[in-house]
């Protein structure tokens, strides 16, 4: 069946069946891969939109013939997406239908603290909040998940993610694919009991080893031979996937915060948890009937399948989105992540989370270098140890990594980063906005809820 329809030359396309959970596995490319639905306000006033979206368990459909228990928004194991635009302000009300308290950040998004999903600060069981996203940011790709205090791993890993995509006024002029051909695509790992419940077993993140597009098990999607743009995100909680298309060329567009300056060619893509890459892939360069497997070393992600002629008149300019000069730092400070000496417990600065120590005071609109060091290399105590280091409020821009020039796909806005065992890599942003408390931590949400996590005041 499959493995006939392959592309020569893949070689990745078995090895992840091997590793595959026994238990509840799908056969590979037999799911069709959904779009989540574009979620319809459900008021739209002269100065914003407003949804509603409900935080809710349901028992979703991943793998045939088996019910998975969830924690949603609005039922379905990918939340619906909101597609809002620049200047044009949105507001959520989240209805916390759990027996539990719970919150919402929007990943990404430049907004008060009253909305950004402060770790204690909860919507309680059977109550509501509105919470107000002004999107005076430049057009990108966001995610909205939980970041209920000690449990949003776990509340994460069950299904509490979606996409939040902010249209830039930029975009229209480009002409890059759009409309159906405008495809968010959220991969993730997971581990399945034989009854089809998820399983979180923080020391065994190997054993997540069935991939899910979309919460479909190693889907297929029919493609027509043209360009589509699909927006990537990892939305796992401690894996990072470098994908490949079989040696087939991906043009990524933009990363965490929207467009790059100019495309990048890229036959290999590393996505780490809550990184965000948007990418271009021409179908027209392959004939009808043609398979092409997105996978990672260890396995298969999705399929896709080139099915018709469509007529394309998209185009990928050669300049997408200027940046603006770097300003002028006042000062650097000092970030090391890694887990701390004494202690069995993941730090940054040595220190674990604590809600009521601020570690980080900032002046409301000071640019500032920050220089992070992930400490965990092989040579210490628990061995190497990646880290991703994201920050609320603000988007930054990497500076350099080891002093070295930042990667390929690096160079435009971004809000999180992949700090490799013994590395350094220098940020630098500019902290305009609201004044109060934001968290920063690494965004393997295994080592978040273990402590790796600290916040800043921003003072007026
Ligand atoms: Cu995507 Cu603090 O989170
Ligand atoms: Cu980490």
């Not at 079989?246 to 893509?269: C, F, N």
Request: overall charge positive; some cysteine.
């Amino acid at each position: 069946g499959n493995t006939a329809a392959r592309p020569m030359g893949h070689r990745h396309a078995l090895a992840g069946n091997a590793k595959m959970s026994s238990k509840a596995a799908a056969t590979p490319f037999s799911t069709k891969m959904p779009v989540p639905q574009v979620l319809k306000p459900v008021g739209r006033r002269t100065a914003y939109d407003l949804y509603e979206i409900s935080l809710q368990t349901a028992n979703v459909d991943i793998l045939p013939g088996l019910k998975t228990p969830a924690i949603t928004y609005n039922g379905s194991f990918m939340g619906p997406t909101i597609r809002a635009k620049a200047g044009r302000p949105v507001k959520v009300r989240y209805v916390n239908r759990l027996d539990k308290g719970a919150n919402v950040h929007l990943h990404g998004a430049h907004v008060a603290p009253s909305s950004d999903g402060y770790p204690t600060d909860l919507i309680a069981a059977g109550a509501s909040r509105v919470y107000d996203y002004p999107n005076n940011q430049l057009g990108s790709t966001l995610w909205y998940h939980d970041h209920t205090h000690h449990m949003e791993a776990e509340h994460v890993y069950k299904g509490m993610h979606g996409f939040y995509l902010i249209e830039g006024a930029d975009e229209q002029a480009l002409n890059l694919p759009s409309g159906a051909y405008d495809v968010p695509i959220m991969i993730r790992d997971a581990h399945f009991d034989a009854a089809g419940g998820l399983i979180l077993d923080v020391t065994q993140p190997q054993a997540r080893s069935t991939f899910l597009a979309n919460g479909k098990p190693q889907p297929y999607f029919q493609v027509a031979a043209r360009k589509y743009r699909f927006r990537l995100l990892n939305a796992s909680i401690y894996r990072t996937f470098d994908l490949d298309l079989g040696g087939v060329e991906m043009v990524q567009i933009a990363s965490d915060g929207g467009l790059l300056p100019e495309p990048v060619r890229r036959t290999k893509l590393k996505l780490a948890p809550a990184e965000r890459a948007e990418i271009v892939v021409d179908f027209s360069r392959h004939p009808i009937g043609t398979k092409l497997v997105l996978s990672e070393p260890s396995g298969p992600v999705m399929r896709f399948d080139v099915n018709r002629i469509v007529p394309d008149t998209s185009t990928v300019p050669a300049r997408l989105r200027a940046l603006p000069p770097l300003a002028t730092p006042a000062r650097t400070r000092q970030f090391k992540l890694g887990v701390a000496p004494s202690k069995m417990a993941y730090a940054i600065n040595d220190l674990s989370w604590d809600a009521n120590r601020v570690d980080t005071t900032i002046k409301e609109g000071t640019t500032e270098i920050w220089q992070i060091y992930n400490a965990d290399t092989a040579d210490s105590e628990f061995g190497a140890i990646d880290h991703t280091f994201h920050l609320h409020l603000v988007q930054f821009r990497v500076l350099d990594r080891d002093g070295k020039p930042p990667l390929p796909g690096e160079e435009g806005f971004k809000d999180t980063v992949l700090v490799n065992p013994g590395e350094t890599v220098r940020l630098q942003a500019t902290f305009k906005g609201y004044p109060g408390r934001y968290v920063y931590h690494c965004h393997m949400q295994e080592h978040n809820v273990a402590g790796m996590m600290a916040q800043m005041e921003i003072v007026p």
